[in-house]
């Protein structure tokens, strides 16, 4: 197999997105291509074909190879949990914790398991594309890196480095990582990109040849800005914000500190009938709200504790009393109950949490992590339902009598005695059309016949043709490592 990383000269450069679109290119040409990062920084997980978790650009990047996600596509996925510390997740499983000063320490150890599974998937492809984490300039994090070129030098995979023009500076993004990289690091990249063009690339001539002398790397091309990137998963939760309307039934989802999982809402953006608004810190929910979303969350208990400080628990008893709905999913769903205990400390000092009172159950929290696909029919509309569940905690209480769901013949979830308060472990429900369609007329919005999966392959499709108009591909493959 060949092999090839796109490192970024900065984070948020583009780098997933261009993974992606190389990908579904390559794999147009008739090559087995795979993703692979080896690790990430996410709360926004998806559940793996072998049941494990990985990072969802990850996932969406399988799904441009016309495959399934696999936890040998992002073998160490780092979870926040706190401004100072992190699950670590190993091959899709639960490694630990560490505060991140100390995971410097800890990374070296996780290199086996990283070329592990970038073997072990590179067995079955043509072509390994493999995305960085951050930028290869924080030098001060290159000991022990399995992130960029540690990975690199340790995998013998060339590097291509992207440059993000329309945050500017893009010819000192791209000369000054040359400038700080070790200079074996240095002859590990072997080409750049420009990405996020807006306007007629031509008049980038000069700089693209200025950066190609000044480094005596390649140019592989001048990627202009993608005005459809909105229409796929969304990488950060703020990606929501650019898809928010006015009109038709108002959904708005609570940007909690730890929000995860936040790609449920992917499906209702592109919703014609409904805006997506997510409300930030120090917002008051809009009066003229229909919806309200209580997202998954990292650290439930801490996360209750930031709802609270925004004054949200108030907002939300204002917005019931003016006859609103609200949905919780997953950490959302446990922060409507009346307790959360958490006995063995799993999040926190042992102990027993307040909830918001607004549905009738208890949750208890474990050390067991539950990490499944699951398909059932939604209660009641009697539509199937497929997605996924991660989360700690079992809930209990009288309001699951009238459960959201029923998976393989048991009740799932919650439901108030009003039916105005709804609550559910379950992940990535609305990808599903015919539940989708069904619990929006149910909450008063008129479906629009959205095939929300079919339109993710064709913005994908779109990408990739945007990638090949810009990109040498011949001379990127030709750059790839044989492996």
Not at 391 to 396: F, K, N
Request: contains cysteine; proline residues 5%; aromatic residues 4%.
């Amino acid at each position: 197999m060949r092999a090839i990383m796109i490192q970024g000269a900065g984070s948020n450069v583009g780098k997933s997105l261009l993974v992606a679109g190389l990908a579904r290119a390559f794999t147009r040409q008739g090559l087995r291509v795979r993703p692979f990062k080896p690790q990430n920084m996410s709360n926004n997980a998806a559940v793996t074909v072998d049941g494990g978790e990985i990072g969802r650009a990850q996932a969406l990047q399988a799904l441009a190879c016309g495959g399934e996600p696999h936890t040998d596509m992002n073998p160490v996925l780092l979870k926040p949990e706190t401004d100072t510390g992190a699950q670590i997740v190993v091959q899709g499983k639960r490694w630990g914790t560490a505060r991140a000063r100390d995971y410097s320490a800890i990374k070296p150890r996780l290199m086996a398991p990283v070329l592990e599974s970038f073997r072990r998937l590179g067995a079955d492809a043509d072509l390994v594309i493999v995305e960085g984490a951050g930028s290869p300039a924080e030098v001060n994090l290159r000991s022990g890196d399995i992130a960029n070129m540690g990975f690199a030098r340790a995998a013998g995979v060339p590097v291509i480095l992207a440059g993000d023009i329309d945050r500017g500076g893009v010819i000192a993004q791209i000369i000054g990582t040359q400038a700080v990289l070790d200079p074996d690091d240095a002859a590990m990249v072997k080409g750049f990109l420009i990405n996020k063009f807006r306007g007629d690339p031509r008049l980038f001539d000069d700089g693209y040849a200025m950066i190609a002398a000044r480094t005596g790397w390649r140019g592989l091309g001048v990627v202009p800005w993608f005005p459809q990137a909105h229409r796929l998963p969304a990488e950060d939760a703020l990606d929501i914000a650019g898809a928010e309307r006015r009109g038709g039934l108002r959904i708005v989802c609570l940007q909690l500190a730890r929000i995860a999982n936040f790609d449920d809402l992917d499906p209702l953006k592109l919703e014609p009938g409904v805006s997506v608004q997510m409300l930030r810190p120090g917002e008051a929910l809009p009066g003229d709200t229909d919806l309200v979303i209580l997202p998954g969350s990292k650290s439930t208990v801490g996360d209750l504790a930031f709802l609270r400080a925004q004054g949200w628990d108030i907002d939300l008893a204002a917005h019931l009393r003016r006859g609103g709905r609200i949905l919780g999913l997953c950490g959302g769903y446990q922060m409507l109950g009346r307790l959360i205990h958490d006995p063995e400390g799993i999040e926190g000092a042992p102990g027993t949490t307040q909830g918001l009172g607004l549905l009738d159950i208890e949750t208890t929290m474990s050390a067991d992590k539950r990490l499944e696909r699951v398909e059932g029919r939604h209660q009641q509309s009697g539509s199937p339902i497929s997605g996924y569940e991660i989360h700690l905690g079992r809930s209990e209480g009288p309001d699951r009598a009238r459960p959201f769901a029923e998976i393989d013949g048991q009740p799932e979830g919650a439901m108030s005695a009003d039916g105005r308060v709804v609550g559910t472990y379950l992940h990535g429900l609305f990808g599903e059309d015919g539940f989708r369609s069904a619990w929006l007329s149910g909450i008063g919005a008129a479906p629009s016949g959205l095939r929300y999966g079919a339109e993710v392959q064709v913005t994908l499709d779109a990408l990739a043709d945007h990638i090949e108009s810009a990109v040498e591909l011949d001379a990127l493959l030709g750059l790839a490592a044989e492996l």
